[in-house]
């Protein structure tokens, strides 16, 4: 009797070669080897330096740039507003002692308006929050606490001091943007509307003058300070982005669905997984 090949054998034939095909190329085929092993970083070669120096090195330098950037913005701040101040208040003093009253206006406004810088230049004299997180990685690293250690809480510091800038800063320009607006707002009032109130013409420019000077000063200064970041915001950011430099992570996984096909009596059986 001759030999033929009935349709269910050719059929379970291509069904366990499918089968074989599918388990080979399956992502679920390399389930037995370790997850870590799948995502180990190459071995690093011998005599390198540990994550812990690289990081040392990175913070080191990212602080000392950033703190000597905000010790030059304050010596910039205190010169600039003295200098202001020195050339409006003098004058400006000068101008208001005078008998008539369009110089007595002039000079009112010129002496506040170099006056009122004066007040946020006394904290320019402070170090700032970068300067004070420099210190202190210093004073640690320069003891013998652990590198983990020292790169831990300067990271706390650092992210709590830049933190704290921010809060600050949006309250600050609020506050002056609120302030500066207002008195803008009335100062030109006074300045361009008709007598208020029976005032007197020299008596309501003088006084429009007078809001006039500190208004729009201290309005964009709050404009300023709503968009400009500090320098421990720009720090701190600065330094989170090269830090994945020189400490990478592995990444993330990505779960691929996996498909297994089994041969049956008259037939197959097909399996798709999905782990999540």
């Known amino acids: ?132 997180v420099r210190d202190a990685f210093e004073e640690r690293r320069a003891s013998a606490m652990a590198r983990a250690d020292v790169l831990r809480l300067t990271e706390a510091d650092w992210e709590r001091t830049a933190s704290a800038a921010h809060n600050r800063r949006i309250v600050i320009g609020l506050i002056d943007l609120a302030l500066g607006t207002a008195c803008t707002a009335a100062g030109l009032y006074f300045l361009l509307s008709d007598p208020v109130a029976k005032m007197d013409r020299n008596d309501q420019t003088t006084l429009g003058s007078s809001l006039v000077g500190p208004g729009v000063p201290l309005a964009t200064f709050g404009i300023r300070s709503l968009l400009q970041e500090s320098i421990e915001e720009t720090s701190w950011d600065a330094y989170r982005a090269t830090k994945v430099l020189a400490d990478p992570q592995p990444p993330a996984r990505a779960e691929m669905p996996a498909l297994s096909v089994a041969p049956l009596r008259g037939g197959a059986a097909a399996v798709a997984t999905y782990a999540f």
Request: aromatic share 8%; with cysteine; net charge neutral.
């Open 1 to 132: 009797m001759p030999s033929q090949t009935s349709p269910k054998r050719l059929f379970n034939f291509f069904a366990a070669f499918t089968c074989g095909l599918l388990t080979l190329s399956s992502h679920a085929a390399y389930a037995d080897e370790p997850r870590a092993a799948q995502w180990a970083a190459p071995s690093a070669p011998e005599g390198a330096q540990p994550p812990e120096v690289a990081l040392m090195h990175v913070m080191e330098a990212e602080l000392d740039l950033f703190a000597a950037r905000a010790k030059s913005q304050r010596t910039a701040t205190v010169i600039t507003t003295a200098v202001s101040a020195v050339a409006l208040v003098p004058a400006g003093y000068v101008l208001s002692r005078r008998s008539d009253s369009l110089s007595q206006a002039i000079g009112v406004g010129m002496t506040i308006g170099g006056a009122v810088p004066l007040l946020p230049m006394l904290f320019a004299f402070r170090s700032s929050g970068t300067e004070r």
